[in-house]
């Protein structure tokens, strides 16, 4: 058989193909993460919906073309403000997440994300409208399961684990996907 049935959800095509051996093809959103370090403080928010969030979010159909590194300063931008300036570094590390959408009856959304090393410069937070609070966390301290679950939790843990043995964060060959 060569046929294909297409189901829309979340207004994401989801496609069965049977001619696959039975293996339905998963469907991820597509998100850009910021891991914005000063020094030994690493930024985190807090959202509306009461999940504590790693700056950036996910891509827009009219994302497609547009370099990962221009999203994410237009991310930043929209979620802490023009007036906070940073500077944009390597891919660092990968997360899988998954979760309910809010206002989405409940359905479950699949996140991939490539988290970027981004260095504080100037400025201050001045949150949008999706978020209600912000932290400097102190890394060498910080508990990310305090804050994060699931995916978030995973990635969070494996960068702070190559940021404390000292390794370059921002080295883009050290990448793996958590298999979790």
């Known amino acids: 058989m060569s046929w ?26 597509v998100a850009v993460k910021a891991l914005i370090r000063d020094r030994s403080k690493l930024l985190i928010t807090h959202d509306i919906f009461g999940d504590w969030d790693i700056p950036g979010g996910r891509l ?3 994302d497609f073309d547009a370099p990962l590194e221009a999203i994410l300063e237009r991310k930043l931008g929209e979620e802490l403000g023009d007036a906070f300036v940073v500077r944009i570094g390597g891919p660092c590390v990968f997360f899988r997440h998954q979760r309910v959408e809010h206002g989405r009856d409940g359905q ?10 981004v260095d504080y410069a100037a400025g201050v937070v001045k ?3 999706h978020h209600d609070n912000h932290l400097w966390v102190d890394m060498p301290s910080f508990r990310p399961a305090d804050y994060f ?11 702070l684990a190559r940021c404390s043995d000292r390794q370059e964060v921002a080295d883009s060959s050290s990448l793996r ?4």
């Open 4 to 29: 294909c049935i297409i189901l829309k959800t979340l207004h994401v095509k989801r496609v069965l193909c049977p001619t696959m051996a039975g293996n339905e093809i998963d469907v991820y959103f």
């Open 60 to 62: 827009r159909k009219e």
């Open 108 to 117: 479950v959304a699949r996140i991939f994300a490539v988290g970027f090393h």
């Open 127 to 129: 949150l949008g409208g």
């Open 149 to 159: 679950t699931g995916g978030w939790l995973r990635g969070l843990n494996e960068y």
């Open 177 to 180: 996907i958590d298999e979790h």
